[in-house]
């Protein structure tokens, strides 16, 4: 059964920024290990500890994606607090996103960007068309806390660093 909805757009956007995510840049790299892609997500989550899955959420339109899903791997890369000008120039379409960009090969051969918290490597297991989006579903073949820095976080419309209670 579909659902019928009338929800304003703007309505429901603005809502849920007042949800804080974090903030990931997906990057991929072609057989010959030249990085590909790369976007940025906020729409990162686990999804199973067995087997290890994750999903983020591409939109429809992306430009970056494709080439992502081609490849059928992945490297998640969660953004320390100080990393927001990275966030917005991967969030741009088109262009060479990795020029100027400091990275590295991780042990399987994806680009795992500097400064980053997190980088978790993955395998394609699935894509699930989801209304203006797909949810892509990796399974988790490594993971590495990089440094200990903060998380980026974007909330109502702007980034912040987490609060600490």
């Known amino acids: 059964m579909q659902a019928t909805?009338?929800?304003?757009?703007?309505?429901?956007?603005?809502?849920l920024s007042k949800y804080p995510t974090g903030?990931?840049?997906?990057?991929?790299?072609?057989?010959?290990g030249?990085?590909?892609?790369?976007?940025?997500?906020?729409?990162?989550?686990?999804?199973?500890?067995?087997?290890?899955?994750?999903a983020f959420l591409p939109a429809k339109t992306s430009t970056s994606w494709p080439s992502i899903e081609e490849t059928g791997r992945f490297c998640i890369n969660i953004l320390s607090a100080d990393q927001a000008s990275l966030c917005k120039a991967f969030a741009v379409p088109g262009g060479d996103k990795f020029d100027g960009v400091d990275w590295y090969h991780s042990q399987s051969g994806l680009p795992?960007?500097?400064?980053?918290?997190?980088?978790?490597?993955?395998?394609?297991?699935?894509?699930?068309?989801?209304?203006d989006h797909v949810i892509a579903m990796g399974e988790v073949t490594?993971?590495?806390?990089?440094?200990?820095?903060?998380?980026?976080?974007?909330h109502g419309g702007k980034f912040n660093r987490p609060l600490l209670i």
Not at 112 to 131: F, M, N, W, Y
Not at 142 to 154: G, K, R, S, T
């Open 142 to 154: 490594n993971m590495e806390i990089v440094n200990d820095a903060e998380p980026l976080i974007f």
């Open 34 to 54: 030249r990085p590909v892609g790369g976007m940025t997500a906020g729409t990162f989550t686990s999804v199973s500890l067995d087997p290890p899955l994750v």
């Open 5 to 15: 909805t009338t929800m304003d757009p703007a309505v429901f956007r603005s809502t």
């Open 23 to 32: 903030v990931s840049i997906i990057t991929s790299a072609d057989e010959n």
């Open 112 to 131: 795992v960007l500097d400064g980053v918290i997190i980088s978790i490597e993955c395998e394609l297991r699935d894509t699930i068309d989801a209304g």
